[in-house]
């Protein structure tokens, strides 16, 4: 992040003063230049002060400390004809030695220079201030240690259609996997692979469960409601298909309670070392979208996100307005404070040639590309760093050979 100013620039206006700005260009390997930033244009000055800016350091220097980074002047003209008023140049290594007097650069204009013999210089450019952040990533955080539980919840209403009919979104066909058991292999196939101990809790919502047919919108695919864990994305497939012959498909299509559910335990995790991803898959339409929106609001705050795979033909139109992509999601007049929720329709991803690998790879790509960036905002907004990666493992009893 740095912040220029300039003196005494030269008078490039006929009426006025000038109207100066920077442009920085990165020079490149074979000695061609390509700019890197553009500064805002101050109006009417020969002294301006801009405004400080952020750019990544590859971008200005591909991370050579003393590659050559070169600064042209200019004084703006409505009509695009901007007038040159000189050039200096500098590196990443001199820059970052931040204010001082290596860091105030004579403006040189070759043309004047040429003609004039008492030419001095067109003014002169100052750096008035130089701070390097460093960005952590997604896998950073990993390395660190950081946790990514990951949590299934399933749709069991009525409109999916009878599991045994071949018509329904759970018909359980011998041959081949249905639409939400692709959702679920595709995304948590990738998940996994980022969850240490492989245990996912599944949970189902919208059906009445044995013995006495009581409603729940929250139940444990596995029937354990003290340990919903299962082993793997094959023990979250068995627990589905067992649940599937046990309970009865019903209504209605509430979201809230199991957005609660995990948002419970997210909340008592705030430091970083946990994250908490939780998919549901459903064909339609929310009952309880008040609720919903209300339950993600809260859960904005806490570090998880949400995915939600649509399945079916069904509209879904509500879900588009939880993505809060375009626009950010309210409730009661309260705004979630990051974006967490990502919405996909599995029929966009559905191979027209059938080739379900395909479909199951590139649904999970989109599904899985925000989530990266709603972790990080998640531990940005916190100011949680990563913990440094541990040393690689060395296995033990193997002493270093030494030298006789």
């Not at 405004?51 to 991370?63: D, E, K, M, S, Y």
């Not at 011998?174 to 058991?181: D, F, K, S, V």
């Not at 040639?353 to 905002?377: C, W, Y």
Request: include cysteine; aromatic fraction near 12%; proline fraction near 6%.
């Amino acid at each position: 992040m740095m912040q220029f100013c300039a003196n005494k620039l030269d008078k490039k206006d006929f009426f006025g003063k000038s109207d100066p700005f920077l442009v920085f260009f990165r020079s490149n390997e074979d000695g061609t230049f390509t700019i890197c930033h553009k500064t805002e244009v101050v109006k009417n000055t020969l002294n301006p002060v801009w405004q400080a800016f952020t750019i990544p350091v590859r971008a200005l220097c591909n991370g050579d400390f003393d590659r050559t980074i070169k600064v042209e002047v200019y004084d703006w003209d409505r009509d695009g004809s901007h007038d040159f008023i000189g050039e200096f140049t500098t590196n990443y290594r001199e820059l970052s030695r931040g204010q001082s007097q290596f860091n105030v650069y004579e403006v040189l204009n070759p043309k004047k220079k040429a003609k004039k013999k008492k030419y001095i210089n067109s003014g002169t450019v100052t750096l008035l201030s130089f701070v390097v952040e460093t960005e952590s990533t997604f896998l950073d955080y990993i390395r660190g240690g950081t946790q990514i539980n990951f949590t299934v919840a399933i749709d069991f209403t009525a409109s999916n259609g009878h599991p045994a009919q071949p018509t329904s979104l759970h018909y359980m066909n011998p041959y081949q996997l249905n639409t939400y058991a692709m959702a679920l292999k595709a995304v948590g196939e990738i998940i996994q692979d980022y969850d240490s101990d492989k245990m996912f809790p599944a949970l189902g919502f919208g059906a009445k469960l044995p013995p006495d047919g009581r409603i729940s919108h929250e139940f444990a695919l596995n029937g354990n409601p003290h340990n919903p864990y299962c082993q793997g994305i094959d023990g979250v497939m068995e627990a589905y298909y067992l649940s599937l012959k046990s309970v009865q498909l019903y209504g209605p299509t509430n979201f809230a309670p199991v957005i609660n559910h995990v948002a419970r335990y997210a909340a008592s995790v705030k430091d970083g070392s946990q994250y908490f991803v939780l998919l549901i898959i459903t064909d339609g339409v929310i009952s309880d979208m008040a609720q919903t929106k209300e339950s993600i609001v809260n859960a904005a705050c806490f570090p998880m996100s949400i995915i939600i795979v649509g399945v079916g033909p069904a509209e879904f139109d509500a879900m588009e307005e939880l993505d809060g992509d375009e626009v950010r999601i309210s409730s009661r007049g309260r705004y979630a404070e990051r974006d967490i929720v990502q919405f996909v329709p599995f029929r966009d991803y559905v191979d027209r040639t059938g080739n379900h690998v395909l479909s199951m790879a590139r649904l999970a790509k989109d599904v899985l590309a925000e989530i990266p960036d709603q972790f990080l905002s998640y531990m940005k907004s916190r100011g949680i760093k990563p913990s440094p990666a541990p040393p690689p493992y060395t296995p033990p009893g193997y002493p270093l050979q030494t030298q006789l």
